[in-house]
Every structure is written in C-alpha cells, then in structure tokens.
C-alpha cells in the first residue's frame, strides 16, 4: 500500500514551494504527482507622498517649516532649498540628520527680498 506526503519548502525569491508526494511501499521509491507550484507574494504599491503640514503654516513668523512645505509656498524646487540652506540664506532648525525644518521668519524676509531686487 502506497503512503502520501506533502513537502513545503521555502524558496529563495520570497515564495514557498509545495509538492505532494506519494511513497512506494514495494520499492520504496518516492514519486512526484503534481508540478511544483511556487506563489511570490505581489509587491505592494508604494504609499504616495503626502504633506501632513497645512500651507497655511507658512503665514505664522514662528513657524518651523518643512522642505516641501517652503516649496509649495514659495514655488521653489528642494534644490535651491537647501542651496539656500547652504549658502546662510535660510535660518533653520534642524532636529538629528534627517529633519530640517526652515523658519517662516528668516523665509518671508529672504523672499521679499528677492522680490523688490
């Protein structure tokens, strides 16, 4: 009498691979019945980019804006932003290595500057 087993092994490029096998009694031979069948887990849409800081933060002289926040506002791209930052143009606030964060002060002066010249 002939004895069935199943066989799930994990495979390398992040799926699993399952094979049901059937074992000879007679000859103790191992047989394969069905092709192996192997499900990759479908690759997630990236999350969209969303500004959690209201524009509006840009109208108060004591605020800490964002990057993207001081771009939308100004139409200004984050090159020239943080060529600005660069150059001592731009008072900022900067908390660790990835957060920076630009007064509303020091960029309302810097662009009405830049629009009476």
Known sequence: MDSWGCRLRFCVHGGYTLSVLR?????????ALTASESTVK???????RVNFQPIEAARHPEA?????????FY??????????????????????TRCTRIVAASAAKLNSAEASQ
């Not at 074992?23 to 047989?31: Q, R």
């Not at 479908?42 to 969209?48: D, I, L």
């Not at 800490?64 to 771009?71: A, E, N, P, Q, S």
């Not at 139409?75 to 660790?96: D, N, Q």
Request: proline content about 9%; charged content about 30%; hydrophobic content about 30%.
């Open 42 to 48: 479908p690759k997630r849409a990236p999350r969209p």
């Open 23 to 31: 074992f000879g009694a007679k000859d103790s031979t191992v047989t």
């Open 75 to 96: 139409g200004k791209s984050p090159s020239t932003a943080f060529r600005e930052i660069r150059e001592g143009k731009l008072e900022v606030v900067r908390h660790g």
């Open 64 to 72: 800490r804006l964002t990057i993207g926040t001081y771009c939308a």
